[in-house]
Structure formats: C-alpha cells, structure tokens
C-alpha cells in the first residue's frame, strides 16, 4: 500500500517520560517504518532526558522531528502546538504512553486516503467500548455512544485543514482542548468510528491528573461540555458516564484514589451529586473507604486484588 508523503503523521506531545516515550517509539517505529511515516514530538519537560533518548532514536528512524520547547506550555497550549507541527493532512494525535498495536496502521491508512472524513476515533485495548465501526455526523450521537472515551489522547485521528487551532478558547475548556476540537465547530462534518482496538497504553505511565482527578473529570470536563454544547443537565450524565465507563469509579480506582488523598470526606460531600448515581454497593464502599485508617489500606488493597485473581481464574476455568 502507498502512502503520500502529506497524508499522515504521528504527533506526541510529552512531559518528563523519557523511558515511556523511547519504550513506546521503539514499539511504534517498528509497525510505521515500511510507510517512512513522520513523528513530531513536542517536548514540555523541565530536563533534555527526552532529547537525549530522541537523539539516539534519530539514528534508527530518521523521520522523526523534534521540538523542545523553551518554556513550558503546560498540557493544553502544548497539546494545540503539537497538532499544529505536523504538514501532512491528517494527524494522528498520540499520547506519549500510547502504543500502536502490530498491524493496526494499514487500517489507518485505508480509512483516511478515503478522504471523507475529518474525524477518526479508534477503539483501545481496555477500554469497555462495542460500538459497531460507523460514519457520525451528529455530534450529540457521537456522545451518547462514544463520547466518554474521547477524552482520551491517541483516540483520534484529526484532518488538519478543518481545524480551527487559534479560535479554541483554553479557559474554557481546560485540559480538554482534543476533545473541544472535535465538537465545537462540527457542522458539516463526518467522523469515523472504527471500533478494532488499534492501541494500548503504557502501564508504567502516571497520568499528570492523578492528584486531582476530580477537578478535571467533573468540573473541568463538565465545563468543556458547556462550552461546546451549551449548557444543558446532559452534560452532568455524560460526565458520569464517563467517571463509570473509563473505570475511575472501580472499587480498586476508588482506592488509589483514597491512597493518593484525592478521595477525601472534601471532595465526597463536594461532589455528592455524582456519588450518588453509584450503586449502593458502591456507595457503601466509598463510605467506608472515608472512615478506615489509611495503614489499613493495604490490607484492603490485598482483598481486592485477590478478589481479582480469583474472578479472572473462575472464569478461565469456565
């Protein structure tokens, strides 16, 4: 299959992951080098790791372009930098604990020569999403089925001649911009929903929003949602859907959570809407979890992961 030289690039933009990026890039180049496809790396760190790792990679795979910014952008203004790097049409915006599975990008490939669509969302391994592959061109259809997974960084596939980089309000939609760019101004546009599992991520990774998970999954997002909807009681669903759906809520999430200091009697009674739509069970678990004594934890922590084990070997069995 060819490949034009303007059609497809991989854009990363990263933070202090010099072992995951070079990790991830060595699995990456192995599955886009027959297609010479090019990568541009925005560098947000406060060290040159990252550059020197670039610098060695550069030897293997000279398609690579790299970028260290002077100061740091933080995670929004660098996310809109890095998509605007590329001069290939399409961008394939990944995050830097992304890998692409073997095989995946000659899909990629197919789907956008095609030419038709602006948007293409790909499926990951983990995530508990069974949308039949489809053509969106309704935004609020693209929500109720697989909105809540869109947020993540290596979901999307962008046509960059449809993009409006410098128009996007940052304020507005914090820690969000990937997801406000596909819906602020979607009129007359396609999306293509392909729901194979093309990536997976990285398990060493620690996510930038860990210590304040809440703020950005339900005040930050809901406010990306209002601006690129309108304000409606729908966004505060899908931003439950969302918590539910990409496993935040999971009895060990919650947990790690407790562990880390995020899930606090604060943020219970701040976001008690939310908690509220949990089941009982659930419900009765965080309430617990905000009374034990923290050097208890471990042990909790050992009869979930146990519990685990057992349920993954059950069914093995079965």
């Known amino acids: 299959m060819n490949l034009s030289n303007n059609n497809l690039a991989i854009a990363i933009p990263t933070y202090n992951r010099a072992s995951i990026l070079d990790e991830n890039l060595r699995y990456i180049i192995q599955e886009i080098k027959k297609y010479k496809i090019p990568i541009y790396i925005s560098d947000d760190s406060n060290n040159n790791e990252t ?23 933080g995670h929004d203004k660098n996310c809109l930098y890095t998509i605007s790097l590329p001069v290939e049409e399409y961008v394939w915006y990944l995050g830097d604990s992304m890998i692409i599975i073997e095989n995946s990008i000659e899909k990629v490939i197919k789907i956008i020569n095609e030419g038709k669509y602006d948007f293409l969302s790909l499926n990951t391994v983990g995530r508990d999403l069974f949308v039949k592959s489809k053509e969106y061109n309704d935004p609020r259809s693209i929500m109720e089925e697989i909105g809540w997974h869109l947020t993540l960084t290596g979901s999307t596939v962008y046509k960059k001649s449809t993009l409006n980089l410098k128009k996007l309000n940052l304020e507005e939609c914090r820690n969000f911009p990937q997801l406000a760019l596909i819906f602020k101004e979607f009129q007359n546009k396609k999306m293509f929903w392909l729901n ?9 990774k620690k996510s930038y929003w860990e210590n304040d998970v809440f703020k950005v999954f339900i005040d930050d997002y809901c406010r990306t949602l209002d601006y690129v909807f309108g304000s409606s009681p729908k966004n505060a669903e899908w931003v439950f859907e969302h918590m539910n759906k990409s496993q935040l809520f999971s009895y060990s999430k919650l947990l790690n959570l407790r562990t880390t200091g995020s899930l606090n009697t604060a943020n219970i009674l701040k976001y008690q809407s939310i908690f509220e739509k949990l089941s009982s069970l659930k419900k009765a678990f965080i309430y617990l979890l905000s009374v034990i004594p923290k050097k208890w934890l471990g042990v909790l922590e050992m009869i979930i992961l146990n519990g685990k084990k057992n349920i993954k070997s059950f069914n093995k069995r079965s």
């Open 51 to 73: 550059q020197k790792k670039i610098e060695i990679l550069k030897l293997e795979y000279p398609f690579i372009n790299y970028f260290k910014n002077a100061k740091s952008l």
């Open 196 to 204: 194979d599992k093309l990536l997976i991520s990285n398990a060493k």
